[in-house]
């Protein structure tokens, strides 16, 4: 037996190796095809969860770049806004330029129409806002020649008279006032009364007529009759709107429009002096009899 092993023990030494091969290739195969199994298993595992982080990587992105972009936006309209309020405010004084350009302007005309007579420009310091439509106080007094008793005009009509001065102020009772009696009359008629604040919520006017059959109608022009001490003749005090009896039927009442606006009131003149028995031109609103 010993010979026999010795005799082939190459051949049996080859078929051996031969044997542990194939059995090694065997193993080999059915490892690698157990690894290419797991290996498909775990992709088609896997393979949604990365395209699942893909899409949400992407939208991310996505995200962040509209936030920016948001940013980016909220920025613009930010900026866009201040350009607004810059412009706006811009339009606003130069509305308030033009506004004090025209009164300007009104006011050197009526100079130019009344050179014989002495006005003192003035500006307006303040007003009491529990009397907005009766007083005002203006920045030129005794020092500037202003006195009381003087008429205070501009380009429109009749703003009122002074009624206190210090040095440097006066207080200017407007036409508004109840107290404030103007001596009027209608331009078309020339029926004549006086003219008094009515209502300082409307800041309209009451003309009360002297005659017991005067003749006024709505749309009619009144001015001053200069037979008031304080006011002269012809300067424009408003328009009828509306005439009606008292309740006797002895006496008439008109209801006057002022042609000033006193909301807007910002620079005035003060009548210091002008020619005596003198009435303002037509162009002013008055009227020469």
Do not use: C
């Not at 699942?52 to 972009?69: H, N, P, Q, R, Y």
């Amino acid at each position: 037996m010993g010979g026999f092993l010795y005799r082939w023990r190459r051949l049996l030494i080859t078929v051996l190796v031969v044997m542990v091969v194939t059995v090694s290739l065997s193993l080999t195969a059915r490892i690698r095809g157990t690894v290419i199994g797991l290996s498909n298993i775990i992709n088609t595992v896997v393979s949604p969860a990365e395209s699942s982080m893909a899409f949400l990587g992407k939208e991310t992105g996505t995200a962040i770049s509209s936030v920016g972009d948001l940013f980016t936006l909220q920025q613009q309209n930010q900026e866009l806004k201040r350009k607004l309020l810059e412009y706006n405010s811009m339009k606003l004084e130069l509305a308030e330029v033009l506004a004090e350009n025209g009164q300007l302007r009104g006011m050197v005309g009526l100079k130019k129409n009344l050179g014989s007579w002495h006005l003192q420009p003035a500006i307006i310091i303040a007003r009491n806002p529990d009397s907005w439509f009766n007083t005002a106080v203006i920045d030129q007094g005794s020092r500037s020649g202003v006195q009381t008793g003087m008429a205070v005009i501009v380009p429109q009509g009749v703003v009122g008279r002074v009624v206190a001065v210090t040095p440097n102020t006066a207080t200017v009772m407007l036409i508004l006032d109840p107290k404030s009696g103007v001596g009027a009359v209608d331009v078309r008629s020339q029926s004549t009364g006086v003219v008094l604040g009515q209502d300082p919520v409307t800041g309209l006017l009451e003309f009360q007529l002297f005659s017991h059959k005067p003749d006024v109608l709505p749309g009619d022009v009144v001015a001053t009759s200069g037979l008031s001490e304080y006011y002269p003749k012809g300067l424009l005090v408003g328009q009828v709107l509306s005439v009606s009896k008292n309740q006797f039927g002895l006496t008439e009442t008109a209801i006057i429009k002022p042609s000033v606006d006193f909301n807007r009131l910002q620079t005035v003149m003060v009548v210091e002096s002008h020619p005596s028995g003198t009435s303002i031109p037509p162009i002013f609103g008055g009227g020469q009899s």
